[in-house]
């Protein structure tokens, strides 16, 4: 049985589901939180140390001011309501990607990252402005800047995912089989599933069931 250290999620479907049940995109990303909040609870049930989540990317700039605007304020209230109780369930939260949103919103997650960063039962990685083409020509950058040779060790220390193992699972909803500019270094040996459920109506269940399948797979990273 493959032991599952940390879980990557490309979370879609939300605009789809809200469009189909409510006519509106945005009522898909406020479900798209409920959903959020389950899976939290079941990664740590499964005693799972890392979640990653793919919150917004660097092409999500492109969509409507509406939309984006409306991620942002979701993203801003819970983290003004959750966390704390992120805190007290021992959840350290990090933001990979760019920081460079309002200075409201900068400051919230400057703020939530260092409150939780002593934590030790479940590290949630929120990719947001994140993009991994842009993440590597970054740490390539670096590392020249700092005279540092260039190999696999010294390239992953200037990754914003430093210190965080590689993703055992990806698993991405929205019967969509691509990775989006998703952390495409960090899954060079990951088991990727990809879900026809829409993010909103993928269940505890659905996770479950993924899980346990990715445990039976023969992991060869390259041997036989
Ligand atoms: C992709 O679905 C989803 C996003 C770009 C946003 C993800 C956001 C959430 C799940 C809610 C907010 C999360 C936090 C942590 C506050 P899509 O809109 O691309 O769906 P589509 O393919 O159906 O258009």
Known sequence: MNSLNHVAIIMDGNGRWGLKYKNSRNAGHKAGLNTVEK????????????LTLYAFSTENWKRPKKEVNYLF???????????EELHKKNIKLKIIGVKNFSSKLNQLLSLSEKKTSKNKKL????????????????ALKNLSKHKKKINEINLSQYL????????????????????SNFLLW???????????????????????????????????????
């Not at 949630?124 to 970054?138: M, V």
């Not at 899954?187 to 909103?200: D, R």
């Open 123 to 138: 590290q949630i990685n929120l990719a947001l402005n994140y993009g991994s083409k842009f993440e590597i020509i970054n």
């Open 186 to 224: 960090q899954l060079a040996y990951s088991e990727i599933f990809f879900e026809k459920k829409l993010w909103p109506e993928f269940t505890e269940k659905d996770y479950n069931k993924i899980i346990s399948d990715f445990k039976k797979v023969k992991r060869n990273f390259g041997n036989i």
């Open 160 to 179: 914003q995912t430093k210190n965080i193992p590689d993703p055992d699972l990806l698993i991405r909803t929205g019967n969509t089989k691509r990775l």
């Open 73 to 83: 304020n979701l993203l801003e209230n819970f983290l003004i309501n959750r966390i």
């Open 39 to 50: 899976i939290i609870k079941e990664t740590i049930k499964n005693k799972i140390k890392f």
